[in-house]
T-cell receptor, first 126, second 110 residues
């Protein structure tokens, strides 16, 4: 049974930093893509990053620079550090397993998140 | 602002059917599979439908998905109070080189 547990959220000041960790059980980082997805209060979901089994990091261009993802295969943990925090970084940050492949019967791409943690809330306020 | 467009809310009475739409473009829905997630307040999203119309394990047959052109739909039949939730669509976007989502639709069972 896959379980993902995020830790490290809380209140932080604009310009500061926060580090979130995702403790993973039931699957190995060596075999699966792990992602971070965030959700601002009352808003939709936003993809933050994905790290591949080989350690390659993927992020949207709009978030590159302030978001750093790392992983510890020995501890089966991925972490997300956010620097130069802004008020609009206020959100719940979810750790999730990402699945990415070509569709079985077409040339389309299939990308989804099939296991999620409960999330870690980050509030950026002075 | 979300890349995919969903209505902010839909509502219907128990037993009725409802359809939630998801509008995209040629860089996402037109050429890539759509997935749907169900989210209850204060909880994490749950993958409901993958690859346009494939229900994940344990999902009721009352839920069905479809995709055509640059839009997709999630249909729920025989509405029950337990279906009240926020529903999100998602897909791969070739221009942005990553997954994108809609803004979420809140379903209210009257």
């Amino acid at each position: 049974d896959v379980q993902l547990l995020e830790t490290g959220g809380g209140l932080a000041q604009p310009g500061g930093s926060v580090r979130l960790s995702c403790f993973i059980s039931g699957l190995s980082l060596h075999d699966h893509r792990m992602a971070w997805v965030r959700q601002a209060p009352g808003k939709g979901l936003q993809w933050v990053s994905t790290i591949s089994p080989g350690g390659t990091l993927y992020q949207p261009d709009s978030l590159k620079g302030r978001f750093t993802v790392s992983r510890d295969p020995a501890a089966n943990t991925v972490s997300l550090q956010i620097d130069s925090l802004r008020v609009d970084d206020t959100a719940t940050y979810f750790c999730a397993r990402a699945q990415h492949s070509y569709c079985p019967t077409a040339t389309c791409q299939l990308y989804y998140f099939d296991n999620w943690g409960r999330g870690a809330r980050v509030i950026v306020a002075s | 602002q979300s890349v995919l467009t969903q209505p902010s809310s839909v509502s219907a009475f128990p037993g009725q059917s409802v359809t939630i739409s998801c509008f995209g473009s040629s860089s996402n829905i037109a050429n890539n599979a759509v997935n749907w997630y169900q989210q209850f307040p204060g909880e994490a999203p749950r993958l409901l439908i993958e690859y346009d119309d494939t229900r994940t394990s344990g999902v009721s047959r009352r839920f069905s998905g479809s995709r055509s052109g640059t839009s997709a739909s999630l249909a729920i039949s025989g509405l029950q109070s337990e279906d009240e939730a926020i529903y999100h669509c998602g897909a791969w976007d070739e221009s942005l080189h990553g997954p994108v989502f809609g803004g979420g639709t809140t379903l209210t069972v009257l």
